[in-house]
């Protein structure tokens, strides 16, 4: 019996069950884990559970880990330990509890979770997700299970197969990914031993959970990728596409109104892909585009195969045909070898390029890549003098593109209720936070603001009177004289 087989057989035997179960699901890191825990949930909703926020009534725990930051796995454990406490005092009350670790922790430490934290039930990889009827049921059954295999196909065609059935409405702004894996072996990432290598889906899959979406109530699409911009899915005719000829034709959906991609890198912005910046109204002026540092010497060690002058060239082109777009990056600072006049080469980098937004970390070694085992560590004193350092210069950065927005109008997708009563919270076209005082019915439209002050973290503005989209504004025009601000 294949997998499909037994899910289906799962499901139907779930739907006729009438108790329903509580599901607790905790995220840590990237966006793309935030995508995979809401595929979990669609996944499990049809065995009967509802998602909770309280770790007390959860029937089923699920972890779903990131490597990507420092004591990742320590980190895990340790809530595994307080979740220990709570399946022991649920268990002193006859109820149930199974616990699940997913994620890249999961795919890297396999048996070593099972083996230090018996409580855990099940341990799947970033692959394995659309199997948890079955994984479920042979956990139930008694059997440890371990489940780490890499089979991106299979995930991705189960995707492709729910895309067609209908979904409860949907966040207005939601994350899809398109692409995972990565094939550039940089030495300081975990990213191809924990999610493989490149594989994309195909624009028939994307196109139809892009639609679902839309219909679900999602204005705005993230497509996301570990190399989101190395994507070359399958087209309708047979053909490999790019990232850019994708954006095309999302753009073609009807009440996506915007599209973003995440996270790129500077070796696959193709020609096309700049194009889509200068043409696509739907797609937002923002680009995460990483550089790491701006030494060509560390650069060459980190295994990147770009030079600072090649990055400097690549964003001369995208601020040509998007001169008001905001760029974001990552930056790290004290990797092995890095000098002094190495991080002032970063800083240098930083000061010409005028960033909108940047995530630093201090490197940290990672078991398993070349970067652990490189001579001439940086002391962690010097890290974080230097991390200090980098990150003053990008907030004051930061807060110079968010002043520069005072005054402007533009349209802002309204996403949720704000902390205060009369309050709603949406996006600028990059990607700011922006409160406004508006009636919750606003929720999923978007709306033209005029920016009136400015705060650390956020933008606030008011509505201009008189214009609103398809749920209530005038999209193209309020797009057209922001930019021409």
């Not at 007390?56 to 490597?67: S, Y």
């Not at 796995?73 to 399946?87: D, H, M, P």
């Not at 560390?298 to 002058?309: G, Q």
């Not at 193209?476 to 004289?481: H, L, N, R, S």
Request: hydrophobic share 35%.
């Amino acid at each position: 019996m294949t997998d499909r087989q037994e899910t289906e057989i799962a499901t139907a035997d779930a739907q006729k069950a009438t108790p329903t179960r509580k599901v607790f699901m905790r995220t840590y890191g990237c966006q793309m884990n935030v995508y995979d825990s809401e595929r979990m949930n669609d996944v499990l909703a049809p065995q009967g559970y509802s998602a909770t926020d309280n770790l007390e009534d959860a029937d089923l725990v699920i972890l779903n880990t990131c490597h990507i930051r420092e004591k990742a796995a320590e980190k895990v454990y340790s809530e595994l330990g307080r979740i220990r406490k709570v399946k022991e005092a649920r268990a002193l009350a006859g109820k149930d509890m199974m616990v699940g670790v997913a994620g890249c922790v999961a795919q890297a430490e396999g048996e070593e979770i099972s083996r230090r934290a018996p409580i855990v039930d099940m341990v799947f990889g970033p692959q394995s997700y659309h199997r948890l009827p079955k994984l479920l049921d042979e956990a139930k059954s008694g059997k440890k299970v371990v489940e780490t295999e890499f089979d991106i196909d299979a995930k991705f065609e189960h995707l492709s197969e729910r895309a067609a059935k209908p979904v409860a409405r949907r966040a207005p702004s939601a994350f899809l990914t398109v692409q995972e894996g990565c094939d550039k072996f940089c030495t300081f990432c975990v990213v191809p031993y924990t999610r493989g290598a490149e594989v994309s889906r195909s624009v028939k899959q994307i196109v139809e959970e892009a639609e679902r979406m839309a219909a679900g109530g999602v204005r705005e699409i993230t497509l996301l990728g570990q190399n989101v911009n190395a994507w070359h899915g399958e087209g309708a005719d047979g053909k490999a596409w790019g990232l850019g000829r994708l954006l095309y034709r999302l753009s073609e959906i009807d009440g996506l109104d915007r599209l973003r991609y995440t996270t790129s890198h500077p070796r696959d912005m193709d020609d096309e892909l700049i194009e889509a910046h200068r043409e696509l109204k739907t797609l937002m002026p923002y680009l995460h585009l990483p550089v790491q540092s701006g030494s060509d010497k560390i650069l060459a060690a980190m295994n990147r195969k770009h030079t600072r002058d090649e990055y400097f060239r690549l964003i001369d082109r995208i601020r040509d045909a998007a001169p008001d777009i905001a760029l974001s990056c990552d930056f790290i600072v004290g990797f092995p070898g890095e000098t002094d006049q190495d991080f002032e080469d970063t800083m240098d980098l930083i000061r010409r390029v005028e960033y909108g937004s940047a995530f630093s970390f201090k490197y940290s070694q990672r078991p398993g890549t070349p970067g652990a085992t490189m001579k001439d560590q940086v002391p962690e004193d010097v890290k974080s003098a230097r991390l200090a350092e980098l990150q003053e210069l990008i907030t004051a950065q930061t807060k110079d593109f968010n002043a520069s927005r005072l005054g402007m109008t533009f349209d802002v997708l309204l996403e949720r209720k704000g902390r205060l009563p009369g309050q709603l919270v949406g996006k600028s076209p990059w990607l700011q936070a922006v409160q406004i005082d508006a009636p919750e019915e606003l929720i999923g439209t978007v709306q033209a603001v005029e920016i009136v002050k400015i705060g650390t973290n956020s933008l606030f503005g008011e509505l201009i009177a008189g214009h609103h989209d398809s749920n209530g504004s005038s999209h193209g025009a309020i797009k057209e004289a922001a930019f021409d601000a």
